[in-house]
C-alpha cells in the first residue's frame, strides 16, 4: 500500500527567501506525481505535474523535481511571497488493487512572514 | 472552459440521516473521483466512476456510494451519517481513466455532522 509523508509538517519563513517542500513515496512504481495548494477551507489548484519519466517540471517561482527510484520528491519555491501562504500537498499516480489513484501526503503549512 | 463545481458548499445534518453531494466534472472530462479530507489531514480517495461505471474504490464502507450520469457529472451518497464523516468533500475530474492524466478539484463541500 502507498505512502506518502510530507517534511517539515510546518514552516514559517520571512518574505523573500527560497525554500524546499520535500515528499516521500514508498512504492515507486508511480504513474505520475501532482503537487497541489490548498488556502484555508477550500478546494486544492493543481501546481505542478510530473510525469514518471520526467525529472522535474517549472512553473515561475515554483520547480519540482521527482526522483522516482528512491521516493522523493521536492518543491522548491523561490523568492517566497506572502500570498504564498497555504497548505502544500504532494500526491502520487499508482495502483492498487481495487485500481489506479492519488494517494496523498498530509500536507506542509506554509506561512510567509511580510 | 468551466471547471469543476460542487454544490452545495456546506451542509450540517445530524447522525444516522442521509445525504447527498453533487459535482460536475470539467468540460471534456469523463471521469470523476470522490475524496474525504478531515481537518489537518490529507484527502483520502473514495471512489472513482468512468463512463457511468465505478473504477475503483478505497477502504471506505458502503454506506458511501456514487453515481455518475451520461452527462459525466456525479452523486456521492452517504447514508447513516456519523460524526466522523464530518470533513471536506472533493470531488476530480480528469479527461479519461485509461490514461492517467492530471486531476482538476472542485471547491469541495464541508459535511458536519452532529
Known amino acids: 500500500k502507498q505512502e506518502v509523508t510530507q517534511i517539515p509538517a510546518a514552516l514559517s519563513v520571512p518574505e523573500g527567501e527560497n525554500l524546499v517542500l520535500n515528499c516521500s513515496f514508498t512504492?515507486?512504481?508511480?504513474?505520475?506525481l501532482q503537487w497541489f495548494r490548498q488556502d484555508p477551507g477550500k478546494g486544492l489548484t493543481s501546481l505542478l505535474l510530473?510525469?514518471?519519466?520526467?525529472r522535474e517540471q517549472t512553473s515561475g517561482r515554483l520547480n519540482a523535481s521527482l526522483d522516482k527510484s528512491s521516493g522523493r520528491s521536492t518543491l522548491y519555491i523561490a523568492a517566497s511571497q506572502p500570498g504564498d501562504s497555504a497548505t502544500y500537498l504532494c500526491?502520487?499516480?499508482?495502483?492498487?488493487?481495487?485500481?489506479?489513484?492519488?494517494?496523498f501526503g498530509e500536507g506542509t503549512q506554509l506561512t510567509v512572514n511580510p | 472552459e468551466t471547471g469543476v463545481t460542487q454544490s452545495p458548499t456546506h451542509l450540517i445534518k445530524t447522525r444516522g440521516q442521509q445525504v447527498t453531494l453533487r459535482c460536475s466534472s470539467q468540460?471534456?472530462?469523463?471521469?470523476v473521483s470522490w475524496y474525504q479530507q478531515a481537518l489537518g489531514q490529507g484527502p483520502q480517495f473514495i471512489f472513482q466512476?468512468?463512463?457511468?461505471?465505478?473504477?475503483g474504490r478505497g477502504n471506505f464502507p458502503p454506506r458511501f456510494s456514487g453515481l455518475q450520469f451520461p452527462n459525466y457529472s456525479s452523486e456521492l451518497n452517504v447514508n447513516a451519517l456519523e460524526l466522523d464523516d464530518s470533513a471536506l468533500y472533493l470531488c476530480?475530474?480528469?479527461?479519461?481513466?485509461?490514461?492517467?492524466?492530471?486531476?482538476?478539484f472542485g471547491p469541495g463541500t464541508r459535511l458536519t455532522v452532529l
Open positions: 476530480a475530474s480528469s479527461q479519461d481513466a485509461k490514461r492517467i492524466n492530471e486531476q482538476f
Open positions: 512504492d515507486s512504481a508511480i504513474y505520475n
Open positions: 510530473i510525469q514518471s519519466s520526467q
Open positions: 500526491a502520487v499516480w499508482g495502483q492498487e488493487t481495487s485500481g489506479s489513484r492519488l494517494t
Open positions: 468540460s471534456g472530462h469523463n471521469t
Open positions: 466512476y468512468y463512463r457511468e461505471e465505478e473504477n
